[in-house]
């Protein structure tokens, strides 16, 4: 079984700052590219790069035509937040 810190370990390197700050936006509210830019201060071309990997790695999920964050991808913010 795979330990999940050491996972969210790996994700954050994964991701990076960019990746980590589109999913923050996104647990704010952001559901779009565009309120994710003013949100997040990420250009629009790296959130469209970084948006498929958040989903693939089941961070976030696409409903509709809006971007929502999972429980996996709470669980990896808080991770990442109580280690600040």
Known sequence: MVDENNS???LKYLLGNMGIDILLAIEKGASNFETIEIISGV???CIKGRIP???DF???KKESSSYIITQYGTNFI???EKKS
């Open 53 to 55: 990997v958040l989903i």
């Open 78 to 80: 808080k991770s990442i």
């Open 58 to 60: 089941k961070l976030v």
């Open 8 to 10: 969210f370990d790996h």
């Open 43 to 45: 250009p629009l071309a």
